[in-house]
Structures are given as C-alpha cells and as structure tokens.
C-alpha cells in the first residue's frame, strides 16, 4: 500500500510564501513522475506543476516564475514552494505520484494526496 502525505498549506496574505511537502510512502518502488495540482472553490482540478525522476520540470502559466517544483529522490519527497502568492491560488492542493510498487513493478499506477487547503486573502 501506498500513501502520499501532504502538508504545509495554510492561510497567507497575498505577495506571501508558502512551502508545500507531499512524502510518499509505503511499498514504493520507484516514483516517475510527482505532480502538484489544485481545485480551487467551485472549479475544477488543475495541473499546476509537475517533476520527472530526472528533474525535467513543467508549470501551468499563471503560476511559471513564482512557484518551483523539487523533489527528493532519497526521501520520496516533492516540494512545492510558491512566493508571490495572489488570492486566485486559493485552493485545495493536491500531492499526485504516478509510481510502480514492490508488488507490481512492472505497472505504473496513479496515487494521490488527501490535499492541503491554501488560502491566500488580500
């Protein structure tokens, strides 16, 4: 069994910081891809950023050059740390680990994070 544990959301005030932490754990095998997304209230999920194995980083526009995905290989960890921070980042932001197991190394499966509430008021 897998987890992904989320945490570091908060209330901040707009031009802010916040770092966000999702650690993986359980019978992990190997992570290739670890994924930030967000819902914020009444809309849909979104992909706000995203790190393969190897480092290669993507971002959705509205939040390239204030936030920064990293990851952690050793510790199965990703951050997420997010400056500038503006009232449309309100969200629920969910820690997303597309990983094989122990059991099923040959499988790829999709795993997520219970979510961490980011609240940024003007």
């Known amino acids: 069994q897998v987890q992904l544990v989320e945490s570091g959301g908060g209330l901040v005030q707009a031009g802010g910081s916040l770092r966000l932490s999702c650690a993986a754990s359980?019978?992990?095998?190997?992570?290739?891809?670890l994924n930030w997304y967000r819902q914020p209230p009444g809309k849909q999920r979104e992909l706000v950023a995203a790190?393969?194995?190897?480092?290669?980083?993507n971002y959705a526009d509205s939040v390239k050059n204030r936030f920064t995905i990293s990851r952690d290989n050793a510790k199965n960890t990703v951050y997420l740390q997010m400056n500038s921070l503006k009232p449309e980042d309100t969200a629920v932001y969910y820690c997303?680990?597309?990983?094989?197991?122990?059991?099923?190394?040959?499988?790829?499966?999709?795993?997520w994070g219970q979510g961490t509430q980011v609240t940024v008021s003007s």
């Open positions: 997303n680990g597309l990983l094989t197991t122990a059991q099923a190394m040959g499988v790829t499966r999709s795993y």
């Open positions: 790190v393969t194995s190897g480092g290669a980083t």
């Open positions: 359980g019978s992990v095998f190997s992570i290739n891809v």
